[in-house]
């Protein structure tokens, strides 16, 4: 009989050759990433609901496709998954049954457009904390095969300062704060940036200004909001850019494809790219012993509530 051990060697060889498979067989998959071995993580999140935290992530997410690059995202918010809704695909299965071990990593990954690929979380996140220690170590395994398939892996939390938020914010190598001009959302912003800022001073959070009346309001907006953080909490802020007001925003959610695609040439496309440049240009001047990848992420996420 094969024991617990020899079982889960054999899952995970069989996960690695099909995820090798894959990455062969990437055309898209740009010379610039060819060698390097861990997948960059970016965790976007925000201090309230309703400011577009899940457009900015799809959004980018496909940008960053467009430029040659692959892209996972994995939808985190508990209980309220909303990229399957924006994409309108119907996921055949989640987080969850990889938790269970009842599927592998493969068997999670939905297809989405532009060749990026996501994966639905739903109440999956919170069975982590049951598991026994050898699902722990197939989960992990199973995850850090995300390695091998993504360039990017964006990571869409829930809003607010829910231990399970905080947690994969500290986790990430990278954090895009998304901040809309109305107070509440400030407010709120703050209350996540001071929350960061009593457990790891150090954490690069990047402010995206979302639904800004014109590039000076963002500027203010942010301007403002780093100077406070800086001074009260000792946070040092990164401003990557700012997304206007735009009524095409909502009307590409209900029509269920995101608005990049449906409108390819506007300014805020534009806008989008150039953020995506951003992480870009960021993640070449990187080594990849700089870099954790997937299988970092998650073992900081899971020590925050196993140790």
Do not use: W
């Amino acid at each position: 009989m094969i024991d617990q051990a020899e079982k889960l060697r054999n899952i995970v060889n069989n996960i690695k050759k099909e995820a090798n498979d894959i990455s062969s067989q990437n055309i898209n998959h740009t010379t610039e990433n060819i060698g390097r071995r861990h997948a960059k993580v970016i965790t976007i999140t925000s201090g309230k609901g309703g400011v577009g935290k899940t457009s900015v992530t799809v959004n980018l997410a496909i940008a960053l496709s467009q430029k040659g690059y692959r892209v996972v995202i994995i939808d985190a918010d508990l209980g309220l998954s909303n990229i399957d809704v924006v994409f309108g695909i119907v996921p055949k299965y989640s987080l969850l049954d990889l938790i269970n071990c009842n599927k592998g990593i493969l068997d999670i990954l939905c297809e989405g457009p532009n060749n990026i690929k996501f994966i639905s979380g739903g109440s999956g996140v919170q069975e982590l904390i049951n598991l026994d220690k050898n699902s722990l170590e197939s989960f992990i395994a199973n995850m850090s095969l995300l390695d091998h398939i993504a360039d990017y892996i964006l990571v869409d939390t829930g809003a607010g300062l829910s231990d399970t938020v905080m947690d994969f914010v500290i986790s990430a190598e990278e954090v895009i704060l998304v901040v809309t001009p109305e107070p509440t959302s400030i407010t709120d912003a703050y209350a996540v940036v001071k929350t960061v800022s009593r457990i790891k001073k150090d954490c690069n959070i990047n402010v995206l200004i979302n639904r800004a009346d014109s590039e000076n309001e963002a500027k203010n907006v942010y301007n403002n909001f780093s100077a406070v953080a800086e001074r009260f909490l000792s946070m040092k802020l990164n401003a990557i850019g700012y997304l206007p007001y735009d009524h095409s925003f909502t009307k590409s959610v209900k029509l269920q494809k995101p608005y990049i695609l449906n409108y390819p040439k506007s300014n805020t496309s534009k806008l989008i790219k150039d953020i995506a440049d951003i992480f870009i240009k960021n993640n070449l001047e990187q080594t990849s012993v700089e870099q954790l990848g997937i299988k970092g992420f998650i073992n900081r996420f899971v020590g925050l509530f196993t140790n």
